[in-house]
């Protein structure tokens, strides 16, 4: 199985990116896939999944800014990231888990950079 990510890059405070994640090899549930960071000096954080009712979660530092969606016929993820701020400088990941109730292992992409200027 393989993750890619794209549609990261440089931007301005206040602007937006739409990245995209393609999966191969192994077709995910929806409900197994999130978006994580990881910010220069910073552990990994998970910043935007499914709930297994259908609505989505966020980290308190993207609500309301970031919205994450699926294409179940592509096995696609995205996340739209509006209102960038300059902390939401940090490589970006897809990651996935195996498995009908999410419990294989964690898949993860090679990441795709996002960078902020203020």
């Known amino acids: 199985a393989q993750l890619v990510e794209s549609g990261g890059g440089s931007v301005q405070a206040g602007g937006s990116l739409r990245l995209s994640c393609q999966a191969s090899?192994?077709?995910?549930?929806?409900?197994?896939m999130s978006w994580f960071r990881q910010a220069p000096g910073k552990g990994r954080e998970e910043i935007a999944s499914?709930?297994?009712?259908?609505?989505?979660a966020y980290a308190e530092s993207v609500k309301g800014r970031f919205t994450i969606s699926a294409d179940n016929a592509k096995n696609a993820l995205y996340l739209q990231m509006n209102s960038l701020k300059s902390e939401d400088t940090a490589m970006y990941y897809c990651?996935?888990?195996?498995?009908?109730?999410?419990?294989?292992?964690?898949?993860w992409g090679q990441g795709t950079q996002v960078t902020v200027s203020s």
């Open positions: 990651a996935a888990k195996r498995g009908i109730i999410c419990t294989g292992d964690r898949d």
């Open positions: 090899g192994y077709t995910y549930r929806r409900v197994c």
């Open positions: 499914f709930l297994r009712d259908g609505t989505t």
